[in-house]
């Protein structure tokens, strides 16, 4: 039989024998078909999800080559166009195309739409999504004009070239149509519409509701926020659509395409359902580790004190700087609470077994809770509900005291497994060296057969804890801490409950007057003077206080003894007047001496008032008329009293100097020196170690003459952190925020002193801007505190 050469689709040649030349023919083609064609067409398509992935990465980094070429510069746009990384694979078949057109027919789905593709074409979505909500997260501190700028530049250039591209092919009918200058603007114009829709889909995914409660309800949040991100996405994905449809298709006789509506506005759900996924499963899972918290005000401020004290909820992620944050937090409320529950008087017995159980940390019941509340203190109900936060919240995790750490999340668990399982790998290969080295490899092999296996079992067991540990920082268990202060924290930075004054529920009830005691028919009602009681007794006022007590005494006693006399010389028997018995000249000189006292006090009242009324510290806290209140008034004479002491100990003779020490020195500045400027430590915005490797560098470069460089910085430390615990307390006595803002400064002023003489010279200066607050200021900075800041041997116990 005759052979014919007949040539293949794919340029090969094929020699096959026939009877003629259409026989052969006939023959090549249906081999072809049968064994060329029908395997290509099975592997020609790609439908994996790494090809969807690949295909969405494709149809970004084009987009970005288009709008470089028809916006930018041709000549770039083309070479990224011709990158590999903007080449589509020629087999995959479009998800996104098939889910909006089914191959069988819209009629054949439910609404229309191939449900089964749907996976698919999320994946190809997901990168310029991805795109989208890393820009938005990235200039999140930018606020909400940083946000539309980097949103508008992420969408813009994957889609601006499309844009203008898609409308020149409209325009002509030709899809390899070049875009003119009104194609470009129309297309800029449709981007700008698109760009301000895209920056609301992708704010509901990066800045969801806050999930402020716990357990079911802040669970059901989370799920609430997940929905309306895939509903928000959904509607301005549709959105977007119409408006690039309206712009494209302007001026031409193309009608909308419902199907290519509906189908963005699915895809855009689903992407954002998918996107808010993490962050809602997170929240989910915070309010159901955190059911036992209560998402009030307490709580909040129990978070800003962790957030205080780390300096930020970001700081939080190390495990030592949570514990550190933790631990201070804990200590601040416990100390508070202490000093509250001394002010308390007459509590009563459930009140003060649950302020004790506070005090040592454990967590009150509702009871007890109710027991402090019916105390009717606010900031002391407050206080225990912040330690009950704190206490809830240090049973969470590993709250380590013995390494200082504070961490959380079952990767913990398999490093308790890991750790003993590599120890116990170590031994092996240990025992294999030794075996080789001192007794010449006797059962070397039967050691060394099971490393192998060993250290395929311990890389594995790393493996996995390294992913548990990934696994829980990405849901929020691997720092409790910063989990508490992301939930609960809020913005006003409130850490504990403002101070109300004059609040006394139980106490009894004042009628306002013209008068510091209301009036009465025979006269004001007289009330027994109280004697001063000082905060603090510094060395030498409780001994001036009692001197000058003394002498008011005495001169009580000399001013009744000329009424005396008199009583005594009207009481003698004459002629005239019936003498009179003991009984009734005793009534006569109680009477009398009564008389007498109650004018002296009319008398001192008077010019108490007017007095008060000139004096600058009574101005400080209202006026006269706020001093008149009973709590404002003790609270103004407590600081009049310690005034008039501080003055009467400057002005003690030396005669008395035995009897009254030395007053603290309040200004030491020679009359007519250079006024005295407060010192500022530059490193004062660090922690205590960190300013005194600073301040032991400045010593060295100084040429200070150091003996021990572990000792100085060590002392260093310890004035530091005492220094900066004087300073909290009483920022922490003051009433108002502006106050604590003012008197920031003196951190860095006391940071900044380099002697105890400059410390008294602050002190003065503090006592200067803030007299109100004197007693406060000398009862935690006094002379021996000062003295002791440069006290270098440790304090015996």
Do not use: C
């Amino acid at each position: 039989m005759p052979t014919f050469t007949i040539q293949i689709p794919d340029g090969r040649h094929m020699v096959v024998e026939a009877p003629d030349e259409q026989t052969a023919l006939t023959g090549v083609q249906n081999w072809h078909a049968q064994n060329i064609a029908q395997t290509t067409g099975k592997t020609t398509t790609d439908t994996s999800m790494l090809g969807a992935l690949s295909q969405g990465t494709a149809d970004v980094v084009s987009g970005v080559g288009k709008t470089i070429k028809d916006y930018l510069s041709p000549s770039v746009g083309k070479a990224v166009l011709d990158s590999n990384a903007a080449k589509s694979n020629p087999k995959y078949q479009s998800a996104s195309q098939v889910f909006m057109y089914p191959a069988d027919g819209a009629d054949n789905h439910t609404l229309g739409l191939d449900w089964s593709q749907a996976p698919r074409a999320m994946v190809e979505q997901a990168p310029g999504l991805a795109l989208d909500v890393a820009g938005q997260v990235l200039t999140k501190r930018l606020g909400p004009i940083g946000q539309y700028i980097a949103n508008a530049a992420t969408y813009g250039a994957r889609t601006l070239g499309s844009e203008a591209e898609k409308r020149a092919a409209a325009r002509t009918g030709n899809e390899g149509a070049e875009p003119t200058g009104e194609d470009k603007l129309t297309a800029f114009k449709s981007v700008a519409a698109q760009a301000a829709l895209n920056k609301i889909g992708s704010n509901s995914i990066v800045n969801p509701g806050k999930v402020t409660p716990t357990g079911i309800k802040g669970v059901a949040q989370a799920a609430g926020n997940v929905v309306k991100a895939a509903a928000v996405e959904g509607g301005t994905s549709a959105a977007q659509d119409l408006v690039s449809q309206g712009f494209v298709k302007q001026g031409t006789e193309q009608p909308f395409d419902s199907q290519e509506v509906k189908g963005a506005l699915a895809l855009g759900a689903l992407g954002g359902g998918l996107f808010s996924a993490p962050r809602g499963a997170k929240e989910a899972l915070s309010s159901a580790r955190l059911r036992s918290q209560s998402a009030d005000e307490h709580t909040a401020m129990a978070a800003n004190r962790i957030i205080e004290a780390a300096g930020g909820t970001d700081s939080l992620s190390n495990p030592s700087k949570a514990y550190d944050a933790t631990s201070r937090a804990v200590a601040d409320v416990h100390r508070e609470l202490g000093e509250a529950t001394q002010r308390l008087t007459n509590p009563s017995t459930e009140a003060a077994n649950a302020l004790e159980a506070a005090r040592r940390g454990e967590v009150l019941s509702k009871r007890d809770l109710a027991a402090v509340d019916a105390e009717g203190n606010d900031g002391l109900s407050s206080l225990v509900r912040q330690s009950t936060a704190l206490s809830k919240l240090t049973d969470i995790g590993n709250f380590d005291q013995n390494s200082g750490t504070f961490v959380g999340g079952t990767h913990q668990t398999a490093k308790k497994l890991v750790w003993p399982f590599a120890k116990e790998v170590g031994k092996l290969g240990a025992l294999a060296g030794a075996g080789a080295i001192g007794s010449g490899g006797v059962g070397l092999d039967a050691v060394t057969a099971h490393i192998p296996g060993a250290l395929e079992g311990l890389a594995g067991a790393v493996a996995a804890y390294k992913g548990l540990k990934a696994m829980d920082k990405a849901l929020g268990l691997a720092s409790p801490a910063k989990t508490f202060a992301e939930k609960f924290g809020d913005t006003s930075g409130s850490v504990r409950v403002p101070t109300v004054l004059n609040q006394n529920p139980s106490g009894p009830k004042v009628t306002p007057q013209n008068s510091l005691t209301p009036s009465q028919p025979w006269g004001p009602t007289l009330e027994v003077p109280q004697p001063f009681k000082p905060d603090v007794i510094e060395p030498g006022i409780g001994r001036i206080v009692e001197k000058l007590q003394r002498q008011k005494q005495q001169q009580t006693a000399k001013d009744a003894m000329p009424l005396l006399r008199q009583l005594a010389q009207d009481a003698n028997p004459t002629p005239e007047a019936p003498a009179l018995d003991a009984n009734a000249l005793n009534e006569q000189v109680k009477a009398a001496l009564l008389m007498a006292s109650a004018r002296r006090k009319i008398v001192g009242q008077q010019q108490a008032e007017a007095e008060a009324d000139a004096s600058p510290l009574i101005h400080d806290v209202g006026g006269l008329d706020a001093v008149r209140n009973p709590a404002m008034g003790k609270r103004a004479s407590e600081l009049i009293s310690a005034a008039n002491a501080l003055k009467k100990l400057r002005n003690v003779p030396e005669a008395d100097s035995t009897e009254a020490p030395t007053a603290p020195v309040m200004d030491n500045t020679p009359t007519g020196a250079e006024p005295f400027t407060l010192p500022e430590s530059p490193y004062w915005h660090l922690d205590a170690p960190e300013a005194a490797d600073n301040i032991l560098k400045d010593a060295k470069a100084g040429q200070k003459p150091i003996r021990n460089e572990q000792a100085y910085h060590a002392g260093t430390v310890r004035r530091l952190k005492a220094e900066e615990d004087i300073y909290r307390r009483i920022s922490d006595a003051m009433g108002s925020v502006k106050e604590r803002g003012a008197f920031h400064k003196y951190l860095g002023a006391l940071w900044g002193s380099d002697t105890p003489e400059v410390v008294r010279q602050v002190r003065g200066q503090m006592m200067g801007e803030f007299p109100q607050y004197g007693v406060t200021i000398l009862k935690h900075l006094p002379d021996e505190v000062i003295k002791g800041l440069w006290n270098t041997k440790p304090a015996r116990r």
